[in-house]
């Protein structure tokens, strides 16, 4: 039995302030820390929150920074602690998190090595890019992992554009070359992104000096279907929008090598690109694997029960993308998406409470509502699912409206819905006074 000693206010860890991790201290804090029947502490190796969903859009620049959320001010406001720090390792037997060392940009400690105790400990640290091995790539190509990578992106892509029309990029070339590798939701809502924002790049922040069409973009994937968890139908409208922003479509091509100025293919085929970027398919954090105690399945995610405790140590509970759950209705692995960490942050709340009162452990069971892809600002095509109506396909504006209802629905989670609300009201009216795209 997993239930708390009488005696002691129990603590509960959460490690990763993400998707699912904020979600779930939100809830626990205001369940248990406000009434102080539980401690709960947040940690995270970053000092805000940001919805990874919409890290293409701050990759494009079409977003500003202004949508992170601080741990530090909304832990105060929700009743849990927050502590930064890097999570390497679980000492079980003491019950203890080992934190590694954050820095600040000049190397200077931000937070030193430490142990923080728990008694139940819930790990929720998302995934990485996977590369699955192929040459070059670690080294030659940028990725949209984090908030640091995306800004990253948005300024190297800047900067390739300025340097075009000074002609720092060559006098012989008349186009900048991207390309994205990986057909999946999180390529072609990048392509089609940058494609929009690109072009008003050249409209409106290097007036005149920059064709439109001279930002190349390649969208390449292995498979002979663009986002293939969704049906055929969607996938082919997909591809019909990408073709209409002009966006180089390359499907069934696989790349075995990518170097600083080219991408290669198995059948021999290459193409130059000024800037790779690698959406290929994820993997949980490699140090989850490196934890003996702990059981990893395929991508390196922790193995767990139905009730999402860790199948080696009942007080260790795990959900979101580093979280090998299996679909006992398909026999595979829940997919690594928002929907899925969102629902488990629910479903856990719910677990510790029952906890908390000596009741029996849940089974998780996971509902699919449908996935929608964005195909840039004004437009988007996915499947919705519910009972009452079965599954149907939507796009354009509704379907637009219905992914941007999914980052609100987040936020109502976290900030509660009049914070949302108003934080939903005042980017609308940042949108008419601040430039349409980020240019520095
Ligand atoms: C560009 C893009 C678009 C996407 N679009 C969609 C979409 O439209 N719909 C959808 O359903 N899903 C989408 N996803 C997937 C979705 O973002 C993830 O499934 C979801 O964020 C997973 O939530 P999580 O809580 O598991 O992890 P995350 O949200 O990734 O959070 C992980 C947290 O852990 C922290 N962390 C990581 N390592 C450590 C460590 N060692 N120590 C301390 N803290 C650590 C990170 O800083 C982060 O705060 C998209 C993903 C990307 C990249």
């Known amino acids: 039995m997993i239930a708390p000693e009488n005696s002691q206010t129990p603590k509960i860890l959460i490690i990763g302030g993400g998707a699912s991790g904020l979600n779930l201290a939100t809830r626990l804090g205001k369940t248990f820390g406000k009434k102080k029947s539980a401690e709960i502490t947040l940690v995270d190796e970053n000092l805000s929150h940001m919805w990874k969903p919409s890290l293409h859009e701050f990759a494009a620049g079409t977003k500003g920074g202004d949508e992170e959320i601080s741990f530090l001010e909304h832990s105060n406001r929700n009743h849990y602690s927050f502590r930064l720090g890097r999570f390497s390792g679980v000492d079980v037997a003491n019950k203890e998190v080992i934190l590694d060392p954050v820095n600040d940009r000049n190397e ?3 937070a030193p090595m430490r142990r923080l105790p728990f008694d139940y400990l819930v790990i929720a640290i998302g995934s990485r890019s996977n590369d699955f091995g192929c040459n070059g790539v670690a080294d030659h190509c940028l990725f949209l992992d984090t908030p ?11 900067n390739l554009c300025l340097r075009l029309q000074t002609g720092a990029l060559g006098t012989d070339t008349s186009q900048v070359k991207i390309c994205i590798i990986g057909g999946g939701a999180t390529g072609v809502e990048l392509a089609a992104e940058l494609k929009e924002a690109t072009e008003q790049l050249a409209r409106h922040g ?3 000096l920059l064709d439109p069409e001279s930002v190349h973009i390649s969208l390449i994937e292995a498979s002979p279907k663009l986002v293939g968890h969704l049906s055929e139908e969607i996938s082919q409208k997909v591809a019909a929008r990408l073709q209409d922003l002009n966006i ?19 059948d021999g085929i290459d193409i130059d690109a000024h800037l790779v970027i690698w959406a290929a398919g994820i993997k949980a954090p490699p140090l989850l694997a490196q934890l003996s105690v702990l059981e990893t399945g395929s991508l390196g995610r922790l193995k767990l029960k139905p009730t999402l405790q860790t199948t080696a140590h009942d007080m260790i509970f795990v959900m979101g993308d580093c979280a090998e759950y299996i679909d006992p209705s398909t026999g595979s692995p829940l997919p690594p998406r928002a ?3 969102a629902q488990q942050a629910v479903f856990l709340e719910r677990q510790f409470r029952r906890l908390f009162a000596r009741k029996s452990l849940l089974q998780f069971t996971y509902i699919d509502r449908g ?3 964005a195909l840039s600002n004004s437009s988007a095509v996915g499947a919705l699912m519910g009972k009452a109506f079965g599954t149907f396909t939507i796009e354009g504006w509704l379907a637009r409206r219905a992914y941007r209802y999914l ?3 987040h936020e109502a989670s976290v900030q509660g ?6 934080r939903s009201l005042m980017g609308h009216a940042m949108k008419r006074i601040r430039p349409r795209l980020k240019l520095h």
């Open 108 to 110: 200077i400690p931000l």
């Open 148 to 158: 640091k990578q995306a800004k990253i992106l948005q300024t190297e892509i800047l």
């Open 206 to 208: 290097l007036h005149k």
């Open 248 to 266: 180089d479509l390359r499907l069934s091509s696989r790349v075995c090598e990518v170097t600083d100025s080219a991408v290669f293919f198995e």
């Open 339 to 341: 929907q899925v960490a």
């Open 371 to 373: 996935s929608l892809v």
């Open 407 to 409: 980052h609100f629905a």
């Open 417 to 422: 819905i009049s914070r949302a609300t108003l």
